[in-house]
Each structure stands twice: as structure tokens, then as C-alpha cells.
């Protein structure tokens, strides 16, 4: 019943964000009015998990986002990022209780892919002219996990791949803080740079804290900003 239960809401979210998709595309200059801004963040990003022999593995962040403004200085920054990502590369292969796997990768690593699903919920301040800076709490659903064993045999290219669901918990916790430049100051695209650090133990039965941590880019687009702030034509005497 827990299991089903998880699937329905991942479900209703995945449907969710599609259904925000249309609505941005559909909406965006209705949406960006008055103290809202509305649009699109993209970018890339470098995820590690601590406590763990390995590197920091690329990935991408796809999600929507509104800027509600306070005062003239102080912005609620929400996002639903429909696709995000975490995990590590490079991490020494471990037993997978086949002993022929386990010889034919024992020269290789592993690569560890987790989606998600993420709500930031940022403060944004404006510190001087088109800089500000952001910080606040992230809630993440942690989707399809996943080890990807390579290893080279007899000049071969080797791969094999294990579902790690029973070993990745459903959420994860953390806070995000970061910098940003925008291109106009009012509705315009914006550039920043993102750290986010996780406070949950994300793998269940391994010794230590295992935290999500991830540095990223960020570029946001609005939608219909440009139409929104034009003024109305003047119908005919």
C-alpha cells in the first residue's frame, strides 16, 4: 500500500509539471503582471554525495519558477524543477552478490544516477543594482536510482546497470543559498551560480551520512515578460 501510495503522487507531480509546461507557454504574459514573474530555469550542474569515494557527476535542471515581489528589494523565489539530478561517478565497484560480476568489474567504477523532483522555496534579496542573493529551504523526490558498472575487458567496453530503489530513500531534505545577475532589473533573464546541501542520509544501509550536495548553474527566462510590460496600444480616434 506504501509503494502504490508513492507511485500515485509521483504520478500526479509528473503530471503536474506537465501540465505547468503548457500553461507557461500558453500564459507566461498573463502570468508576468504586476509584482509576478514567471518563466523558465535551465542549467547545468555538478552533484556529489558525501562520505563516499567518488566524483562529482554533470547533470541538467529543467523546472519553472515565479519571483513574487515583496518590496522593492525582497522576492519569494519559488521553483518546481520537473527535472533534476543527483548522484557521483567514479565510485569503486562494491559486491553485487555475483561473484562473476563482481571479478569482471572489480577494475572498473561506478556511476550513481538519482532524478528528482524539487521544490526550492527561496528568499531573493537585492544587495545592489542587478546582484542578489537567495537562500532557503529544497524538498526533493528521488526518482529511479540507479549503478552503472564499467569496466574495460579485452579492450571491450563493459556495462552493467542495478536499480537501487530499496537502498535510496523517496525524499530528501536540504537548503539551497546563491548569487545572482540579472539582465535587466526588472523582468529579465537572469545568470546565477547555486549551492545546495542536502541534511538527509540518503542510503539506508550504509555506515555514515550520505548527503546530496550540488553546485549549479542557473539561467532564468521569462515567459511573456516582454509582452506583458509593453504598453497597450491606443485604439483609433
Request: hydrophobic letters at 40%; charged letters at 20%; proline letters at 5%.
Amino acid at each position: 500500500m506504501r509503494k502504490i501510495s508513492y507511485l500515485l503522487l509521483l504520478l500526479l507531480m509528473q503530471q503536474t509539471m506537465h501540465a505547468q509546461v503548457v500553461i507557461a507557454l500558453l500564459f507566461g504574459d498573463k502570468l508576468n503582471s504586476g509584482a509576478l514573474e514567471f518563466g523558465i530555469t535551465v542549467g547545468p550542474s555538478l552533484t556529489n554525495i558525501t562520505n563516499i569515494q567518488g566524483d562529482p557527476k554533470a547533470g541538467l535542471n529543467l523546472g519553472l519558477y515565479f519571483n513574487i515581489r515583496i518590496n522593492d528589494r525582497l522576492f519569494i523565489h519559488p521553483e518546481g524543477i520537473a527535472k533534476g539530478s543527483f548522484g557521483a561517478r567514479r565510485i569503486m565497484p562494491y559486491a553485487t552478490g555475483n561473484d562473476s560480476l563482481d571479478q569482471l568489474f572489480s577494475g572498473g567504477d561506478v556511476e550513481r544516477k538519482i532524478g528528482s523532483l524539487s521544490l526550492p522555496v527561496l528568499l531573493r534579496y537585492n544587495i545592489s543594482g542587478k546582484w542578489f542573493v537567495e537562500a532557503g529551504p529544497q524538498a526533493d523526490i528521488l526518482l529511479k536510482p540507479k549503478d552503472i558498472f564499467t569496466a574495460k575487458v579485452n579492450d571491450n567496453d563493459l556495462t552493467y546497470t542495478t536499480g537501487i530503489r530499496d537502498e535510496i530513500t523517496w525524499f530528501d531534505f536540504g537548503l539551497a543559498a546563491g548569487l545572482i545577475y540579472k539582465l535587466k532589473k526588472d523582468k529579465g533573464m537572469g545568470l546565477g551560480l547555486r549551492y545546495y546541501y542536502g541534511l538527509t542520509d540518503i542510503q539506508k544501509h550504509i555506515q555514515g551520512t550520505q548527503r546530496n550536495t550540488v553546485w549549479q548553474l542557473n539561467v532564468t527566462i521569462p515567459i511573456g515578460a516582454g509582452k506583458a510590460n509593453t504598453p497597450p496600444t491606443p485604439a483609433p480616434q
